[in-house]
């Protein structure tokens, strides 16, 4: 179903809304904001076959992934509900006043309040988990900020679905009217508008880097500059080392022949870059690596637009000077399907040309080719920021090679070892971000409860009277939450 473009008088009449509304909700209890995201969850678990049917028909995903992404999608909801409740992300910091002869100390306590109202773009690759309900949404209601949700032109029902699954669940659990918008948008006009309006004051993003990069200039050339937490996308190098490489090429190869091709290569989180050195067992992983690539089917991607970007930038890829095709699908591939492939090339070609260090969003990925452990080093200086790396590689070979090491843990938010970074867990260790361009702010995750953290400000009372403390402040820490006090970590009073 077409829904039309939102128009600008509408938007900054639900911006002001939403700052209305900021005013009521910042100040309910954590339990309420809870309370909130549990009532949404419950009704996504409801709504399930209905969800799951338009989805399918939207965007071509298969039934057992956004089965698994909804499922996923409620548990963003409830265990961020958990830890907004538990209160650890406010990191409540106290030290009591001291007087004696040597020392005059006043009586600080910081914690951390909400931003204010919070702009969500939906995902075009994830229409439940960073969507309309997804991450972002989850840590902006947890951290006490209203929430205007841009939905995706690519699953514009299921977003207007979900929509009003939130809505309902906001009402019955007497929300404030407007904690909750709902937009759709497909110009530039409109992303532009709600970015700018002065009573925004934070944005969340998961898309292209062209896409995040718009936002996040659009926010720091206003008067008032805000965050964007703008997750843009990576090609999340692997890299192989040569004693892992000699034990274990082939299952190495067929690992990442599935972690390449999974759900047609649309995650973020995708191997598009490999890196190894020239050796026997090197030919052997790429040869494997393309056998199976050959036997993987094309297959639909999320919407044609997508499909139209993979195969032209997949052919500029391609077509620069010293890369070989080294495999692609068997099978001829219809209108809108992704054709898996892989590539190679020497190190000094990737080296010169920035052509290949630009994402391919889809089933395919370049192995680089490197002459010896030095020039692997020079090659990853040279590497953008990105949200994983993953090394094959034994003790041995890291031991070995302790500045190539160090040189690839200034590149990316997650280093996986022996593993493929397709697979993001939710939970409080994990980390979703990394340096620029991967994301807009590297001291920050957009997976795991830690992301709360984003949508709020630290702020400090001093000398306050304990009746005007926020709760998680006050003396007797009645929320009974972890406090540092006086530089010790406790749930006493303080």
Known sequence: ??????????????????????HSYRLLSLKARANFMRAIAKKLDN??????????????????????????????????????????????????????????????????????PVVVFGASNFPFAYSTAGGDTACALAAGCPVIVKGHPAHAETSEMVAQLILEAARETN????????????????????????????????GSYGGGKA??????????PIPVFAEMGSINPVFLFPEKLQQSAEEIAKMYAASVTTSVGQFCTNPGLIIGIESDALNRFIEILGEGIAATPPATMLH?????????KRKTALSQRDVTEVAESRSAAANAE????????????????????QEVFGPYSIVIRCQDADQMRLLTSKLEGQLTASLMATDNDLLQNPALLESIKN????????????????????????????TTDPRFTAVGADGIKRFARPVAYQNWSDVLLPDELKRANPLGIWRTVNDQLTKDAG
Not at 2 to 20: G, K, R
Request: hydrophobic letters at 40%; glycine letters at 6%; proline letters at 7%.
């Open 338 to 357: 992704g054709i898996a492939t892989i590539a190679t090339a020497p190190a000094s070609a990737f080296l010169n040309n920035p052509v290949l260090h």
């Open 175 to 206: 929300m404030p009217s407007n904690v909750f918008a709902h937009v759709h948008g497909s110009s530039n006009e409109v992303g532009k508008a709600l970015v700018t309006h002065p009573r925004v004051k934070a944005v969340g993003f998961t």
């Open 304 to 312: 044609p637009g997508i499909a139209k970007a993979y195969t032209e």
């Open 1 to 22: 179903m077409p829904y039309a473009d939102v128009s600008l008088e509408a938007i900054d009449t639900i911006c002001n809304n939403a700052w209305e509304s900021f």
């Open 47 to 116: 709504a399930e076959a209905s969800l799951l049917q338009t989805a399918m028909a939207e965007t071509h995903l298969p039934e057992a992934r956004l089965r698994s992404e909804k499922a996923r999608t409620v548990f963003q909801l409830t265990s961020y509900a958990d830890a907004c409740e538990r209160g650890n992300w406010l990191d409540a910091r106290i030290d009591t006043a001291k007087t004696d002869k040597n020392t005059s100390q006043p009586d600080i306590r910081k914690t951390l309040t909400p931003l204010g």
């Open 215 to 224: 936002l996040w200039d659009w926010a720091n050339a206003r008067p008032e």
């Open 411 to 438: 590149i990316a938010g997650r280093f996986i070892m022996n593993g493929v970074p397709t697979g993001v867990t939710v939970c409080l260790s994990m980390q979703h971000g990394g340096p620029f361009p991967a």
